[in-house]
C-alpha cells in the first residue's frame, strides 16, 4: 500500500537529508490587547504565520532568490529520477525543468475566477502533475507501491520541493493553544492560504511540542477551508464567506468566530468585513504584516492583540 502523505514525509527524516532552516525568531515590540469577547463559538486560523512559522513569512511558490530555486529544483530532479526522461542539452538539469515549472506557475497565475474580485489560487500539486506528464512522455517511471498514483505522486513532489525551498516549524505554544481553545468548547478550522502538504507540515510541526494523534480532531476537514482547494486565495471574499457557510451549518454565526491571523490588510480586514471578530498575532517579525495606518483605521483595525498564541485562553476565557 503507498505510502500517505504524512507517511512520506515521516520517511524522509530517516535520511541524511539538508533543509533550509526556519526563520530566525524576530521579537515585535507590541503591547497585547488581551480584554475576554464573550459569545465566541468558533476559531479560525491563517496557518502560515500563525501556528506554523515559515522561512521569509510566508508560503513562497516561487522564490524571488533564483539560487533558492535552482537549489530546491536540482534536488526534486536527483530525489525523483527525472533525469533520465528529460531532454539532454547543455547545462544544469534545473537549466532545463526550471522555466518549465515558472512557465506552469503563470500560466496558473492569469487564470480567472467565477467571481469578480476574487484570486485564483495556485495547486502546486497540479503543477508537478503536469511537469511529470511531460517526463511521461518519455517513458518516465516511478515506485508506484511507495509513491502511489500520478495525483498522489505529484502530492510527495510538491512536498519535497517545498521542504527543500522553505524551512517551517510550529509557533511556541501552538499545541497547548489549540489545545485549550478545543477544551474550551470552542470549534476550530484553518482559513488558510495553503497547499495540499500544509496540514501535513502543521501537523510534524506539532509534535515537537507535544502529541499529536489525530490534527483533524482539532480542526476537522469539514470545517477547514484551504485555498488550494477552494481555488482562490486571500483577499478573495468569497474563501471567507465559504468558511463561513461551514459554521453556519453548525448554528455558528460570523461574529461569534474569531479569526487570527498576521496580516491586517489581505487577511484580517477581509475576515472583519464579513462580520467575523480578529485577532492580530504580532509574535514574530518575519511574518508580520501592519501598517501603522491600518492600526488607526477602525474600519479594519484588529479587536485584538497578542504577542504569544497562548494569550488568546485570556481573550476567550478558556
Given at each position: 500500500?503507498?505510502?500517505?502523505?504524512?507517511?512520506?514525509?515521516?520517511?524522509?527524516d530517516?535520511?541524511?537529508?539538508?533543509?533550509?532552516?526556519?526563520?530566525?525568531?524576530?521579537?515585535?515590540?507590541?503591547?497585547?490587547?488581551?480584554?475576554?469577547?464573550?459569545?465566541?463559538r468558533?476559531?479560525?486560523w491563517?496557518?502560515y504565520?500563525?501556528l506554523?512559522r515559515?522561512?521569509?513569512?510566508?508560503?513562497?511558490?516561487r522564490?524571488?532568490?533564483?539560487?533558492?530555486?535552482?537549489?530546491?529544483?536540482?534536488?526534486?530532479?536527483?530525489?525523483?529520477?527525472?533525469?533520465n526522461?528529460?531532454t539532454?542539452?547543455?547545462?544544469?538539469p534545473?537549466?532545463?525543468?526550471?522555466?518549465?515549472?515558472?512557465?506552469l506557475?503563470?500560466?496558473?497565475?492569469?487564470t480567472?475566477?467565477?467571481?469578480?474580485?476574487?484570486?485564483?489560487?495556485i495547486?502546486?500539486?497540479?503543477i508537478?502533475?503536469?511537469?511529470?506528464?511531460?517526463?511521461?512522455?518519455?517513458e518516465?517511471?516511478?515506485?508506484?507501491?511507495?509513491?502511489?498514483?500520478?495525483?498522489e505522486?505529484?502530492q510527495?513532489?510538491?512536498?519535497?520541493f517545498?521542504?527543500?525551498?522553505?524551512?517551517?516549524?510550529?509557533a511556541?505554544?501552538?499545541?497547548?493553544?489549540?489545545?485549550?481553545?478545543?477544551t474550551?468548547?470552542?470549534?476550530?478550522?484553518?482559513?488558510?492560504?495553503a497547499?495540499?502538504?500544509?496540514?501535513?507540515?502543521?501537523?510534524?510541526?506539532?509534535?515537537?511540542?507535544g502529541?499529536?494523534?489525530?490534527?483533524?480532531?482539532?480542526?476537522?476537514?469539514s470545517l477547514n477551508t484551504?485555498?488550494?482547494?477552494?481555488g482562490?486565495?486571500?483577499?478573495?471574499?468569497?474563501?471567507?464567506?465559504?468558511?463561513?457557510?461551514?459554521?453556519?451549518?453548525?448554528?455558528?454565526e460570523?461574529?461569534?468566530i474569531?479569526h487570527?491571523?498576521?496580516c491586517?490588510?489581505d487577511?484580517?480586514?477581509?475576515?472583519?468585513?464579513?462580520?467575523?471578530?480578529?485577532v492580530?498575532?504580532?509574535?514574530?517579525?518575519?511574518?508580520?504584516?501592519?501598517?501603522?495606518?491600518?492600526?488607526?483605521?477602525?474600519?479594519?483595525?484588529?479587536?485584538?492583540?497578542?504577542?504569544e498564541?497562548?494569550?488568546l485562553?485570556?481573550?476567550?476565557?478558556?
Open positions: 500500500m503507498p505510502q500517505s502523505l504524512l507517511e512520506y514525509a515521516d520517511s524522509l530517516q535520511r541524511d537529508l539538508r533543509w533550509p532552516a526556519p526563520p530566525k525568531f524576530e521579537l515585535v515590540n507590541a503591547t497585547p490587547s488581551l480584554k475576554p469577547m464573550a459569545g465566541m468558533g476559531v479560525t491563517s496557518l504565520g500563525t506554523l515559515i522561512t521569509d513569512g510566508e508560503l513562497l511558490l522564490h524571488p532568490q533564483a539560487l533558492r530555486m535552482e537549489v530546491a529544483i536540482e534536488k526534486t530532479i536527483q530525489e525523483f529520477n527525472m533525469w526522461s528529460m539532454r542539452r547543455p547545462g544544469k534545473a537549466d532545463l525543468l526550471l522555466p518549465k515549472y515558472l512557465n506557475l503563470e500560466e496558473a497565475r492569469l480567472s475566477t467565477s467571481r469578480k474580485g476574487d484570486y485564483p489560487e495547486d502546486a500539486a497540479q508537478w502533475r503536469k511537469l511529470l506528464e511531460l517526463l511521461d512522455k518519455k518516465y517511471r516511478y515506485d508506484e507501491s511507495v509513491y502511489g498514483d500520478w495525483n505522486l505529484s510527495k513532489v510538491a512536498y519535497f517545498q521542504t527543500a525551498l522553505q524551512g517551517t516549524e510550529g511556541q505554544g501552538g499545541l497547548a493553544t489549540l489545545h485549550a481553545i478545543s474550551g468548547g470552542l470549534r476550530q478550522a484553518a482559513l488558510a492560504d497547499q495540499c502538504f500544509t496540514l501535513v507540515q502543521l501537523t510534524r510541526a506539532l509534535r515537537s511540542q502529541d499529536v494523534q489525530q490534527l483533524d480532531s482539532i480542526l476537522p476537514d484551504l485555498s488550494y482547494a477552494s482562490i486565495r486571500k483577499p478573495s471574499k468569497s474563501l471567507y464567506a465559504e468558511a463561513l457557510l461551514g459554521f453556519q451549518k453548525i448554528g455558528i460570523p461574529h461569534q474569531l487570527i491571523g498576521s491586517v490588510h487577511d484580517l480586514a477581509i475576515a472583519k468585513s464579513c462580520g467575523m471578530r480578529t492580530l498575532f504580532a509574535g514574530d517579525k518575519t511574518s508580520l504584516k501592519i501598517t501603522s495606518a491600518e492600526l488607526k483605521d477602525p474600519a479594519i483595525r484588529p479587536d485584538r492583540l497578542v504577542t498564541l497562548i494569550q485562553r485570556d481573550i476567550m476565557q478558556v
